[in-house]
């Protein structure tokens, strides 16, 4: 991809930077925190050096994890509040995934799935933070009526956090020109406008 | 591989069956709480056996001693003063790992082979397969497995599964000095119980009879209670124990579940994109910041001149 001077800028190193240690982070928790969730993915411990190993880095990932994420929410938790606007976009999300985008309504930086995508995973790093510190036996030690809602918590959470990771993945991959604002920051103008049409107004002055 | 490894019934975070051509004989210990005198020469015993040393602790008030199982202490007398028609009685319980039938331990468990259930019924930690994350702990109805701070291993009572391996009894079981611990098939241990129990009733004990808790589908460590009717009196010993909703939930249904949407969102994305194919900038917004850009040029040529 050619970078243009006209592309517009989307994020800067610093958050991209923030983004992918997070996006590191949660790779590494998903791949060790499934093998202890089902027999199928136990092998995966292989990665981490063996069980103990994979139990023993988790927890400490997980760290690194939440303290970034919470960077990431105080950074865009601003941009992600839910206007009229994003309902009526979450309404009509069916058209566009069906292939359709003429009727969506006007975005601003993020649309509404962003934005419910966002919110959502908070939630889950809520929980799964939380639930984490009280099945961390190696520093704490909770009352096992405790632990035993935890691991639930922690389980179900991390499974809906994995599937909203998905789509957001697959949703950068479906919406071509989208990757590149995580990997050097830009986007061109007419991604910009196809997508994020009151953004790029801001961004350019543009009035269309 | 020793013959041993043929009599597996259950393994944890196995999906596929154990090998099952051996059948033993389902064992059981039964612990006649009404002809223990407290003396603990089976917690001795267990240590020799299986060479496990604890700290030694400090007097806390009762006869408890250690006050609780540890990753070195398998077993542990557990001494209740309670008051029962007007007399003191002193009931006095040797606690360890039940070896249930339905194990919350090894159903918890994340690691292959760390815990396993043998066709007498023993269910046996296998140390060098253990992780050290604690989910026997939080899978056990019974509070039993302990974490060694030292290796992070979970410790538990074997029930002697080397002695009983070569059929000699539990050490416990072999040194008691009152035949308050037995040891033999299920069926005999249950028929042993029932005429302990007969004889506690002949002598007003009424409500005399066997834990053999059918919550988690029975133990192989079952006891004669003079007082079956209130478990809760022998130091808490549950009335009714189960595995926890809570971890059945987790690695009963959840799985699968979790699985199957994970999958189903996966192979969603995919189809997605193969059917109706990528989200592409149109091409009427290309042209037109084609447009816009090379009016820019122009102007600025303008400007140059």
């Known amino acids: 991809m050619i970078r243009n001077p006209r592309d517009l800028q989307r994020y800067t190193a610093s958050e991209r930077a923030n983004h992918w240690v997070v996006g590191i982070c949660f790779i590494l928790l998903a791949l060790s925190g499934l093998a202890f969730f089902h027999p199928a993915f136990f092998p995966l411990v292989n990665l981490f050096g063996g069980g103990t190993w994979a139990r023993i880095l988790h927890p400490y990932i997980g760290v690194v994890m939440a303290l970034f994420f919470l960077v990431m929410v105080v950074r865009f938790a601003s941009l992600n509040t839910m206007a009229e606007r994003d309902w009526e976009w979450v309404k009509r999300v069916g058209e566009m995934v069906n292939g359709d985008d003429h009727n969506m309504p006007v975005q601003g930086k993020y649309n509404g799935g962003q934005k419910l995508l966002f919110w959502g995973l908070v939630l889950s790093m809520l929980l799964i933070t939380l639930s984490g510190v009280v099945m961390w036996r190696s520093w704490f030690s909770f009352s096992v009526g405790m632990v035993r809602t935890a691991v639930v918590v922690h389980a179900a959470a991390a499974a809906f956090m994995i599937g909203l990771i998905f789509v957001h993945v697959y949703a950068a991959i479906w919406t071509r020109g989208t990757i590149r604002a995580m990997l050097y920051g830009t986007v061109t103008r007419a991604w910009a406008k196809q997508h994020h049409r009151d953004w790029y107004r801001s961004m350019t002055g543009d009035k269309n | 591989m020793a013959l041993q ?142 974490i060694s701070k030292k290796d992070n291993k979970a410790y538990k009572c074997t029930l002697c599964s080397d002695r009983v391996a070569v059929g000699q009894a539990p050490a416990c079981a072999k040194v008691c000095p009152t035949g308050a611990i037995q040891f033999g098939s299920k069926a005999d241990m249950k028929d042993y119980a029932d005429k302990r129990i007969t004889d506690l009733k002949s002598r007003g004990y009424q409500q005399a009879g066997l834990y053999d808790p059918q919550g988690v589908g029975g133990t192989h460590v079952m006891y004669v209670l003079h007082h079956a009717d209130r478990p809760q009196l022998y130091n808490n010993l549950p009335a009714d124990p189960s595995i926890s909703p809570t971890v059945a939930l987790w690695k009963g249904v959840a799985k699968p579940l979790a699985m199957a949407a994970l999958g189903l969102t996966a192979l969603g994305s995919l189809f997605h994109y193969v059917m109706k194919g990528p989200n592409e900038v149109s091409k009427e917004l290309e042209d037109e910041m084609e447009r816009q850009a090379e009016a820019e040029t122009e102007g600025e040529r303008e400007n140059a001149r």
Not at chain 2, 41 to 58: K, L, P, S, T
Not at chain 2, 88 to 102: P, S, T
Request: aromatic share 6%; glycine share 8%.
């Open chain 2, 5 to 146: 490894s043929l009599d597996i019934q259950r393994r944890s975070a196995t999906t596929t069956p154990a090998p099952q051509a051996r059948e033993t004989t389902e064992i059981a210990k039964l612990i006649d709480v009404s002809a223990c005198i407290g003396c603990k020469a089976c917690q001795a015993a267990c240590m020799e056996w299986n060479d496990v040393r604890d700290e030694v602790g400090n007097c806390t008030g009762v006869y408890d001693n250690p006050v609780d199982l540890t990753e070195n202490s398998w077993t542990v007398m557990r001494f209740a003063e309670v008051e029962e028609n007007g007399k003191l009685e002193w009931l006095i319980r040797k606690d360890g790992c039940m070896h249930c039938e339905d194990p919350g331990c090894l159903k918890a468990c994340p690691s292959p082979g760390a815990i396993i259930q043998y066709s007498n019924g023993i269910v046996d930690f296998h140390q060098e397969n253990c992780i050290g994350c604690g989910y026997c702990v939080t899978g056990c109805p019974f509070n039993v497995p302990r």
